[in-house]
């Protein structure tokens, strides 16, 4: 009896691994596209795929859960991190973070050698600054996009599936109500008759930044917009979430070498005026993310972006 948890680790192992080849398979049109595999071989994938299926439905392990897939996808078949190939920076992108002086932005352009940092008190009036030089194709911001009625978002439930260990960095996206409301005990009333989830103080002090990215996306900006988060991101570029936190000395040089290896250059600056040098990183993160949204590379959690009645979809793109 003592050897069934390491059994039931290691079949939760197969299901992540079985689930990363899935979806690579997938990426290259799936099974009916490898017509070098004879019949007989496809057939056995298939089966192979059934069995993991139902072991992972005995073990309440949903294989086809597009978290299961982002998790599956950090490590190597050995259990090894398993990093991002380095991105190409094909068109000229923007990652956002917020930040005490408003938002701070990362610009990633082919014909610069390191991301560039751009700094306004609102969203807009980065992104038009950005625009007056740059044909930005995309933007990807760290904040929640696509606000749900009366639920919580399945984006913010898979990226913590996705981020073991670092679960705690994704914060839950209250209703519009909630946001809606002038004080957090307003919020808390109305976000549990709505979800029946309560308000959390970190959650409600991005209220001003998540109506302003709101009202700003339903102005319907002529750029991609969509959301980022910085810890997935990082958890991606490097094989597996990065557990040192971001305001320490450790954490921002795993942040530099993760951003590094996944061929972003250190950025022009680190740390400014109403800026901090975690803020800067996450904005390499999320442009990083944008940069592969632009190369057809990115995923969203959850697969399908899930749309509420503001009609914008709602997903992370990692």
Known sequence: MGDLPNARDLSVELTQQVAALAARLEMDGGLEAHGGLEVTQRQA???????????????GVDVDDPAMRVAGSLTTSSGAPSPAPPVEVIVPVLGVDACAA???GAILDPNAPRPRIAVAASIGALVEAVRQTLDLQAVAIDIPIGLPDDSTRQADVL????????????????????????????ADTANRARSGQGVGAQAFRLRDKVLEVDAWVRSRPTVAVFEAHPELSFAI??????????????????RLAALAAAGIASPSVLKGDGYAADDVLDACAAAWTAARR????????????????????????V
């Open 102 to 104: 408003g938002w701070v």
């Open 45 to 59: 994938l298939a089966e192979i795929a059934s069995t993991v299926r139902r072991l992972g439905a005995a073990l």
């Open 159 to 186: 990226a913590r599936k996705a981020l073991k260990g670092k679960a705690s960095t994704v914060f839950t996206t209250l209703t519009r109500e909630a946001y809606e409301q002038e004080t957090r005990a307003a």
């Open 237 to 254: 570029m490097a094989g597996a979430p990065i557990r040192a936190a971001k305001r320490t000395d450790e954490g921002r040089a795993a």
């Open 294 to 317: 632009t190369t057809g590379l990115a995923r969203s959690l959850p697969e399908t972006p899930e749309t509420f009645s503001d009609g914008i979809p709602a997903a992370i793109w």
